[in-house]
T-cell receptor, first 109, second 114 residues
Framework: AQRVTQPEKLLSVFKGAPVELKCNYS??????LFWYVQYSRQRLQLLLR??SRESIKGFTADLNKGETSFHLKKPFAQEEDSAMYYC???????????FGIGTKLQVIP | KAGVTQTPRYLIKTRGQQVTLSCSPI?????VSWYQQTPGQGLQFLFE???????NKGNFPGRFSGRQFSNSRSEMNVSTLELGDSALYLC?????????????FGPGTRLLVL
């Protein structure tokens, strides 16, 4: 069965510290991989996509096919990074996104 | 370009009732997906529609149904409401609903079942 695991429900880091939000997936084939973010009182929105290989707001995500992981990283956390983060693999050709349970990132000033 | 809109934003119903939620996608988007968001389960996929056809379905009981109209607007219906149906229901749209496309989310409809 297709599954995504975000092992941490809550991750607290100090401002300026490195951040790593973990995501492991269990999928047949090669899923497309996304990270979505939901800031307080805002709608869920795309943060970055594996296919774009870009860095958004200082975040990057590396696909490790061997470990089936797609961890989200940022070298120096900012207070405005506090939000819910969802790892979202998508497979099967069409939209049937399986979201992880989400990790709440809390950046402590 | 206007974003995804959902109506109503809040609903209070009692057990056994039914409810219909509406979603208007971004203009030009033909794929609409629905999700249920709860604190315990996170975001769970309900179904996806494209060109008035349901293409994908999640693991929800038959009480959850949906449809899509020719203008791509979509509705979701939940019959015989249960307390556990209390959740934030999100819809998302994309151009063609392929797996590599970004989804654009609406603000959600918060449903409370008493």
């Amino acid at each position: 069965a297709q599954r995504v695991t975000q092992p941490e429900k809550l991750l607290s880091v100090f401002k300026g510290a490195p951040v790593e939000l973990k995501c492991n997936y269990s999928y047949s084939g090669s899923p497309e991989l996304f990270w979505y973010v939901q800031y307080s009182r805002q709608r869920l929105q795309l943060l970055l996509r594996h296919i774009s290989r870009e860095s958004i707001k200082g975040f990057t995500a590396d696909l490790n096919k061997g470990e089936t992981s797609f961890h989200l990283k940022k070298p120096f956390a900012q207070e405005e990074d506090s939000a819910m983060y969802y790892c979202a693999p998508n497979s099967g050709g069409y939209q049937k996104v399986t979201f992880g349970i989400g990790t709440k990132l809390q950046v402590i000033p | 370009k206007a974003g995804v809109t959902q109506t109503p934003r809040y609903l209070i119903k009692t057990r056994g009732q039914q409810v219909t939620l509406s979603c208007s996608p971004i203009s030009g988007h033909r794929s609409v997906s629905w999700y249920q968001q709860t604190p315990g389960q996170g975001l769970q996929f309900l179904f996806e529609y494209f060109s008035e056809t349901q293409r994908n379905k999640g693991n929800f009981p038959g009480r959850f149904s949906g449809r899509q109209f020719s203008n791509s607007r979509s509705e979701m219906n939940v019959s015989t409401l249960e307390l556990g149906d209390s959740a934030l229901y999100l819809c998302a749209s994309s151009l063609a609903g392929t797996s590599e496309e970004t989804q654009y989310f609406g603000p959600g409809t918060r449903l409370l079942v008493l």
